[in-house]
């Protein structure tokens, strides 16, 4: 059997709950649409919209550092780009990131927030196609089930796959059997996606995404248990078109 798509998340901003996708449309080169297209930078920022760049993560809020981040559920309307903010089940905030208000308005919330963890006034960025992901270059993160399941196995416990912020989920494939695939092409009907790189764990997975503890040591468990603290792939967009739940996946080449 080939293996599927088993989910399609999106992360409207950097450190932020994901949205659940049933299709979604892939460009050459590029991200999905709406992924990590904003981030809340942490005090006074490196981040220039009119030169956007690649910077590490540390410069943002985000959850290797902020756990309390996985505490909030958020909505984004890729149309109007606006943002709402729920904890708890209530609305906390609601802005339009594309205005100056409405960033203002998101940006008063997470000052008051997260102001423990603030090194100064937070800021939304934002720069027409500039991806804040943690690899500088465009491309799809994607990780497997099975894979998920023999750490639950080592580590004794359930997880919750979103601990690992993947855009594509894939079941039918044995564990581990990813990391295979590399320098490969993987066809999922138009689409073509060439894998390029292993994903490496930070201290983000340690935190659960429904209560915003920190209750794991994986990194650490990877690295004792397989030699690697490696979780999922990246790859690049390399052939246009729609994917949804469900689409089987084809090895193209090696």
Known sequence: MSPTIAAIYRYPVKGLSPEQLAT????????????????????VGRFDPLNPRHLPKINFLMLMRDERLATLRTAFD??????????????VARGDLSTKLGRQMIEQFFAAYMKAELRGAPHIV???????????????????????????????????????????????????????????TLAVGA?????????????????????????????QLLQRTWGHSDVGIYAKVAGAGSISEGDAIAVDGG
């Open 24 to 43: 979604v449309d892939l460009g050459v080169g590029g991200t999905l649409p709406g992924d990590r297209i904003y981030a809340v930078e942490n005090g």
């Open 78 to 91: 890729l149309e109007t780009h606006v943002l709402t903010i729920m904890r708890d089940g209530k609305q």
């Open 126 to 184: 934002h720069a027409d196609g500039h991806t804040f992901s943690d690899m500088a270059a465009h491309c799809v993160h994607i990780v497997n089930l099975a894979t998920v399941r023999d750490i639950e196995r080592a580590a004794g416990r359930s997880l919750d796959p979103l601990r690992f912020r993947a855009n594509l989920y894939i079941e039918g494939l044995p564990a581990w059997e990813e990391f295979k695939w590399l320098d490969r």
């Open 191 to 219: 689409v073509r996606l060439e894998v390029f790189d292993r994903t490496r764990r930070c201290e983000a997975v340690n935190v659960d995404p429904s209560s915003g503890l920190r209750d794991a040591g994986l990194p």
